[in-house]
Nanobody
Framework: QVQLVESGGGLVQAGESLSLSCAAS????????MGWYRQAPGNQRELVAA???????KYADSVKGRFTISRDNAKNTVSLQMSSLKPEDTANYYC???????????????????WGQGTLVTVSS
């Protein structure tokens, strides 16, 4: 089985920085895109940033210039460096892995999407 485990959430003040990390576990062969989504109370889950295997990244307009996504394909990890945080960045942040190929039970298997359990980021004004 494949699991994503996030870490790094917490409480910070506006203007400060915070880094999130996500590690995928299991007998993973490859992961296509990895990304971070967030969901604030009463809002829909939205894409924050995503990165492909080659390192090409895209960001939500609201975080461009403040957040940086990176990944380590060898370690199956993805990170999100957040700076100049604003109160409106407060949300549960979820790690996402798209098209995960893994080896289990003597077979290569594929999952279209895997989600982490989420980590809370709170930015106080």
């Amino acid at each position: 089985q494949v699991q994503l485990v996030e870490s790094g959430g917490g409480l910070v003040q506006a203007g400060e920085s915070l880094s999130l990390s996500c590690a995928a576990s299991g007998s993973i062969v490859s992961i296509n895109a990895m990304g971070w989504y967030r969901q604030a109370p009463g809002n829909q889950r939205e894409l924050v940033a995503a990165i492909g295997r080659t390192g090409s990244a895209k960001y939500a307009d609201s975080v461009k210039g403040r957040f940086t996504i990176s990944r380590d394909n060898a370690k199956n990890t993805v990170s999100l460096q957040m700076s100049s945080l604003k109160p409106e960045d407060t949300a549960n942040y979820y790690c996402n892995a798209g098209t995960v190929t893994y080896y289990e039970g003597g077979l290569y298997r594929r999952l279209l999407e895997v989600w982490g359990q989420g980590t809370l980021v709170t930015v106080s004004s």
